[in-house]
């Protein structure tokens, strides 16, 4: 028995990602579309492997039948995949829970943590078995990030240090970046809340591994490429519950250089993790003081058609993967939306708490 979806979104990131994983699901069965415009819906219909079984939703131009309302009133889709703009998202994910359909939506959870916390309390709030509501992080998927969180429970030892450095550069022609409400944001940090939340998640995946997480922090940003308003860069300071301290790095306006790293360092190890390579470096356990090295290789995968997986799985078995509960993604949240506040107030020290 298939579990009927809709998909709500119609760019890039729902047409590449999210509609083959949908498609790759087998306990999954695309019913419909929904896109705020009739061309970028149909064209998302049109994408998918059996275009004429895929009912077609959208707001403009107005017709009967065929608006968001309409598609969730669907006896037919049990749950709906929601891959809109950031300020749209919660709006529509509390219309879909409303309705009684089961919610995958992005991350970032909400623009705001303020915003998070409100939609999340009332989600919370809701009795009688509410529809499963889950936000996709597909960093906490990468098979990469998983052995490398496994690679620093089987090192072990106390964390020590922790470094998180991405540098990369978004250009004008970056099919991600190049929409509208990107180009333009109304929301907080731009492109760094809407990119930057990977990199918190894979950061807080490891920490935790090694039983940690970032309680306080402070740091400066930047615009560095004039186009990434309102800011693109943050430097950071961040310390850990039991007071290791580390450092974050997220940029996506440096021309000359690009990598993304994220290392734990413990009283017996190292482990460095690259989406696709995790290095180790480890003593031996037999006293004399030497080191083994380890180096492994994975093919790139954005880990969204197992996220996605996840999701149907979680359908059927009544309950969600906990890495893709709300509060996990609120979480991602409140650091990334730290790093912006320190940065704009000059490296004023933010706790984080929840």
Do not use: C
Not at 85 to 94: K, M, Y
């Amino acid at each position: 028995m298939t579990t009927g979806i809709a998909l709500l979104g119609a760019g890039i990131f729902a047409r590449e990602e999210h509609l083959p994983a949908i498609e790759a699901a087998p306990s999954l069965t695309l019913k419909a579309v929904y896109s705020r415009s009739q061309k970028s819906a149909e064209a998302l219909a049109a994408a998918s492997r059996d275009p004429s079984s895929v009912a077609v939703y959208f707001d403009s131009p107005a017709v009967e039948g065929r608006s968001l309302d309409d598609l969730l009133r669907r006896d037919d889709v049990a749950a709906v995949s929601v891959v809109l703009p950031i300020l749209q998202q919660p709006a529509v994910v509390e219309k879909a829970i409303r309705a009684g359909k089961h919610v995958l939506s992005e991350k970032p959870v909400a623009s705001t943590v303020a915003d998070a916390v409100r939609l999340i309390g009332w989600y919370e709030s809701l009795a009688d078995r509410p529809p499963l509501w889950g936000v996709a992080e597909n960093w906490r998927y990468l098979e990469s990030l998983r052995y490398a969180a496994q690679r620093v429970r089987e090192i072990g030892g106390e964390l020590v240090a922790f470094r998180l450095q991405m540098y990369g550069s978004i250009k004008p022609d970056n099919k991600y970046f190049n929409t509208e409400w990107r180009k333009v944001p109304q929301h907080q940090g731009g492109f760094l809340l809407d990119g930057g939340v990977h990199f918190v998640a894979g950061l807080r995946f490891l920490l935790a591994a090694a039983g940690q997480e970032v309680k306080k922090l402070a740091g400066f940003s930047a615009l560095l490429n004039k186009a990434l308003i309102p800011v693109d860069t943050v430097h950071a300071a961040a310390v850990t519950g039991g007071g290791q301290s580390g450092t974050i790095v997220i940029s996506f306006g440096m021309q000359f250089k690009s990598g993304t790293e994220v290392e734990i360092v413990t009283t017996k190890g190292v482990v460095s993790w690259s989406p696709t390579e995790v290095r180790t470096v480890a003593g031996k356990g037999d006293g004399s003081g030497d080191k083994v090295e380890e180096r492994k290789e994975f093919p790139y995968s954005s880990g969204v058609t197992k996220e996605v997986a996840a999701f149907a799985d979680g359908l059927a078995a009544g309950k969600l993967d906990a890495f893709q509960s709300p509060r996990e993604a609120l979480k991602d949240l409140e650091i990334l939306q730290a790093l912006l506040e320190s940065g704009d107030g000059g490296a004023i020290v933010k706790d984080i708490s929840l």
